[in-house]
């Protein structure tokens, strides 16, 4: 008793002590994490590009490929929470370092792999460790940095992941085209190694004094079925049937356990994720933000790889250069909107964001199939202007809300909230897109004179058409094969646009929620935690 006492005392854990060397440096704390939050932003995108060439190489089926990237976003999506969690209990250093050692063993082990099972395998394995690094690097920020630079902090932070998610397909494709498909994993084994050794040097373990000290077990199962539950219904409503027994049981068993994992939260000593977080309007609102920015942003650019590939028919590697304008944007607008995060707190940045972003995904709704690169990067640039704020200041609202000891938690449900909104704008936008496709395609392949189908060709048509391919049966003669691939990206065009319409509505409403937002209460708490 009379050792805490002295503990809580002592002046060093009130007042912020000024780093000295090396270790526990603000800004090269940053530039660590950066370095491991990087993989695993890039790895969300790059392997996409990869899979075709997995496929040919390994013999795998559609439903393999399928799962090289649902296995990973599952086991990403399910952790996240739980993976805050162990930070805040062990500490954000070792928690982030196990995340680089595990996630850079995993990307060498798939790159080694001659089987599509053990790709598939090691990419859960990929999203568990992934899960480590991410609310870890969010945790060891918020305790490094003092309040008035912790915004152009995540400003950057939120930067290299905006990057590393869109300059994947860039990367990707080069990889793939001018080395093999296993370099996009190898790639990640010198870079953990970087982060590895930067983080032994650099990074200092912060934790707060009233950090978690067990474990909420069935809080942790019920929160990992319940979100396991949710995505891969999402991941599979457009393939098994939004009404199918199957999605609905999914529905059914997640929505249990996410009443149960409620219930449980209230009556045990140290819960998960404290119900009380959420008493916090910005807090809340943050989060809510967080999945309605990521449904407007992922769900969209799920759509833009298709027409820039498929419409008009680009390369990976080129369609990656096309998307350089939001990339390019993102990079410069993040630390500026850090600076005026800090300047004037972050809802007006966060509300005019949000609208930029709504504008710009009402701009991509009017594309066609001969819109120019030019129209196209001015579309694109704006949408990378107004996302920069929302990564940047939905992040401060939300882990800047939480107290220091759940700082970890707070970035995980950021972590999980984007998950789970990319999943939802996928999900809900693919069923838009099949929407029209059903409804239109028809009437479009009778006004241009085509052979007349039966409804399982239909049926077969509509999927290509859905992702902007013709349905051009071998030894078809040219110009009727010019006329089915005009009738595809019209089809195509038309859903693309009503998606993207819905998009910007989701955007709207999501500036409206940001009107709920301001600068994280407990901010100061951070670099005057106690460090061990």
Known sequence: MTSQTTVEKAPQDEIPVPAKGLRGHPW????????????VALDGTIVAIANPAIQHNLGASLQDVQWITNGYMLALAVSLITAGKLGDRFGHRQTFLIGVVGFGAASGAIGLSHSVTFVIAFRVLQGLFGALLMPAALGLLRATFPAEKLNMAIGIWGMVIGASTAGGPILGGVLVEHVNWQSVFFINVPVGVIALLLGLVILRDHRAENAPKSFDILGIVLLSVAMFCMIYALIKGSEWGWTSGGILVLIAAAVVCFVLFALWETKVREPLIPLGLFRSVPLSA???????????????????????????????????????PLTGMMIVASPIAGVLITKLGPRIPLVGGMVCTAVAMFGMSRLTIDTGTVTMSIWFALLGMGLAPVMVGATEVIVGNAPLELSGVAGGLQQAGMQVGGSLGTAVLGAVMSSVVTSKLPDNWAAAKLPAMTPEQLSGSS??????LGPIQPNTPPQVAAKIADVAHDTFVSGMSTAFTVAGIVAVLAAVVALFTKRGENAQAGAGAGHI
Do not use: D, P
């Open 463 to 468: 999927k290509l058409v859905e992702v902007g």
């Open 286 to 324: 943050g989060t809510v933000l967080m999945i309605l920015m990521a449904f407007a942003f992922m769900g969209g650019l799920f759509f833009v790889t298709f027409y820039l590939q498929n419409v008009h028919r680009m390369s990976a590697v080129n369609s990656g250069l096309h998307l350089l």
């Open 28 to 39: 090269l704390t940053l530039f660590a994490v950066a370095i491991g939050v990087m993989m």
